[in-house]
């Protein structure tokens, strides 16, 4: 009897948690999205617009730029490690902090990996380290889960970069669990890097309460670059009408690449339509997923889209991290956000928008060796699919808000 009455007080306070827990979520989502600004599109800016979709070709072209830095270098990691390429990124910043270049940097609360020797290692060399969206109160479990999921580095006002990868030797390919790791990742000069700036600047002043936004000297005289393009910051909102917008652009072909694939219902509607209307729609994820129940909240959206034409395509060569959106070849997203909930509605991200032919060609090119090396998924792979890989499917959507 007194284990039966010490079981019944554990699941009473597991169910008062998880209460808790849904009305602190829904609560200051509530508020979150209240007190959001409208939707206003980004200026155009004319920039220049390197690619990269391998890790050490990225870090060789940041280490070299570091090595040049004369003034200062500002860095946003949503994960910070403190394995091999980590510690070659650090003694880096170092090093330049006491040649008396301006370092600042910035990592997420839950990616930074870097121990107290670490992180106090940098304090001694100079090196203003901020964490950023720490939980608070009075919703902490909304704050948890409310990342900066962006990646910022510029230099000098020069040149800045932004895509998928963090800092880690997983990112390189080094970590045999994930084995070969793809991301798409650029690097800007020009008036682009006006707005990198600046979005690296608020959120120093969030995380650090350091006003430095409007410092003239962060901001040097820009050339005009060949490229239109567009930076997109969000916090938690309007990506999702980003993704709506690209979608009814859409006259020919559409491709997205993501890592995770939990659009919602609205999203899923206009990709159908979409489809219906004779749009060419490939959907590019990971056959092995990097989180527990992640590709199980994507499935219960593969039967509608593959049903109404869509192609969807799961990448066994490796990790797929690239977050991409393709439109009829002349429209190309690359940035931090997922194709999912979390960054529809909650995390902070950075987009770039590129609007020029010729350069996205080299993109479409990785695309598609991409997709050689992925396997489609058919209506007669789903309707074989387990009992417990459908569970899994339900518990995932009943979690849906947070992935």
């Known amino acids: 009897m007194a284990i039966l009455n010490i079981l019944l007080i554990i699941i009473l306070v597991l169910l008062a948690v998880i209460l808790l827990f849904i009305i602190d979520f829904n609560i200051a989502r509530y508020i979150h999205h209240k007190n959001i600004p409208p939707y206003q599109e980004p200026p155009f800016r004319k920039s220049d617009v390197e690619f990269f979709a391998r ?124 084995g070969p790791w793809r991301d798409y990742h650029l690097a800007v000069k020009g008036e682009g890097v006006i707005d990198l700036q600046k979005q690296f600047l608020i959120d120093w002043k969030s995380g650090s309460s350091e006003d430095l936004v409007h410092e003239d000297r962060f901001y040097p005289p820009q050339h005009e670059g060949k490229k239109q393009i567009q930076i997109f910051p969000s916090d938690g909102a309007h990506v999702e009408e980003l993704a709506l917008t690209l979608i009814s652009k859409a006259k020919r072909s559409l491709i997205i690449g993501s890592p995770y694939f939990v659009p919602g219902k609205k999203v899923k509607d206009a990709l159908i339509q979409a489809a219906k209307r004779g749009v060419d729609i490939r959907v590019l994820m990971p056959k092995n997923p990097d989180h527990p129940l992640v590709i199980h909240a994507a499935y219960p959206y593969f039967r509608p889209l593959i049903e109404a034409g869509v192609d969807i395509h799961l990448y066994f060569q490796g990790f797929y991290h690239s977050k991409a959106i393709i439109v009829d070849d002349n429209i190309c997203d690359i940035g931090t956000a997922n194709f999912d909930k979390r960054s529809f509605y909650l995390n902070n991200e950075v987009n770039c928008l590129i609007y020029n032919e010729s350069w996205i060609e080299q993109v479409m090119e990785q695309v598609k060796e991409d997709l050689n090396r992925s396997d489609r998924v058919t209506i007669e792979q789903l309707n074989k699919r387990s009992l417990l890989k459908r569970s899994k499917e339900a518990l995932a959507s009943a979690i849906g808000p947070l992935m």
């Open 55 to 178: 890790g050490d070709k990225l870090f060789d072209h940041l280490f070299g730029e570091i090595e040049q830095a004369e003034q200062h270098i500002h860095m946003l990691f949503y994960i910070f490690r403190e394995d091999d390429i980590s510690k070659k990124m650090l003694e880096k910043l170092k090093s330049k902090a006491k040649a008396g270049v301006e370092v600042r940097l910035m990592v997420d609360f839950m990616g930074i990996r870097v121990s107290r020797k670490g992180r106090k290692a940098l304090e001694q060399a100079g090196v203003q380290l901020t964490i950023t969206n720490k939980p608070k109160l009075p919703f902490l479990f909304y704050s948890a889960n409310q990342r900066n999921h962006r990646k910022i580095t510029v230099i000098d006002g020069r040149i800045g970069y932004i895509g998928g990868y963090n800092v880690g030797d997983e990112y390189l390919g080094r970590d045999p669990e994930f």
